[in-house]
């Protein structure tokens, strides 16, 4: 199958092309620190750009206690208004299939959760609006199953479809990534995603709350843009053991570029060799 390339705003992924990003904190903690991610996010990225991602709500944290962010109104406006301002196109999460045709007259492109990743009304919403649909790989599925993600967002008549693997459940509390996974997923045709800051989760792993094991970013990083992947998403924080969300497996902000650059390097030596 001929591989689509999928253009979110000005940003272009396509498992031929250069690797693209998607970035940002893991959930909108306030405006401001929104927009300074965002800055930065936009200074590493240079000419390429990248898609800028933060959550209204994260509905599946560990605790009833944790925060989950401002809500779909507010949290919609703030990343919308970031976006304007940087002139980046945004991407969310949306969790329920009423909330796919409210979040897509903000964002230019959806995000299928993980943990949702089978819910066939949430996928086919999603698909009906016709903006782009990131879905990632539930940690219980094979990569061989994500073909009926796919097939439900064709239904629609949609194609603007990215695949993101961000590791599957290992045991109790921890992920490992199959790096077999970028390749069968690509085959289905549409662009491949590694989630960087995910997939060193340890669900669950500090009791309350998730862990994670930031250490292991890079690497496994390296690992799979060698594999070949369109693109690449990362979790970012000026402060990340103070992060509200997902703060034990986020980059610290300050080392973005860096990051950004190192990524850079494997994919050019790894599309050259294919």
């Not at 306030?30 to 800055?39: A, I, P």
Request: with cysteine; charged share 25%; proline share 5%.
């Amino acid at each position: 199958m001929r591989d689509h390339v999928v253009k979110v705003g000005k940003v272009r992924f396509g498992n031929g092309l250069p690797v693209a990003f998607i970035g940002g904190p893991c959930v909108i903690e306030s405006e401001s620190l929104l927009r300074t991610v965002g800055r930065a996010l936009k200074k590493a990225a240079g000419k390429q750009g990248f898609v800028l991602k933060a959550s209204f709500d994260k509905a599946n944290r560990t605790s009833v206690k944790s925060y989950r962010g401002p809500g779909m109104e507010e949290g919609l406006r703030t990343l919308a208004k970031v976006a304007a301002e940087l002139g980046v196109p945004c991407v969310t999460d949306v969790h329920e299939p009423a909330h796919a045709a409210i979040a897509a007259r903000y964002v230019d492109m959806l995000q299928v959760p993980a943990f949702l990743s089978r819910q066939t009304d949430l996928l086919v919403a999603c698909g009906r609006t016709g903006k782009a649909v990131n879905v990632k790989k539930g940690q219980f599925l094979s990569p061989w199953d994500m073909k009926h993600a796919v097939e439900k967002i064709l239904s629609t008549g949609n194609k603007n479809i990215l695949l993101t693997e961000r590791g599957a459940t290992f045991g109790y509390g921890n992920l490992v990534v199959d790096m077999r996974s970028y390749e069968i997923m690509r085959s289905f045709g549409f662009p491949v995603i590694h989630d960087a800051t995910h997939c060193v989760q340890l669900p669950g792993g500090n009791g309350a709350t998730t862990g994670g094991q930031r250490q292991f970013v890079r690497p496994i990083a390296r690992a799979a843009v060698a594999v070949g992947v369109a693109g690449v998403f990362f979790e970012t924080h000026p402060d990340p053991d103070k992060a509200l969300s997902d703060g034990p497996n986020a980059l610290a902000l300050a080392d973005i570029p860096s990051f950004l650059r190192e990524v850079r390097r494997f994919d050019s030596l790894s599309k050259e060799l294919r």
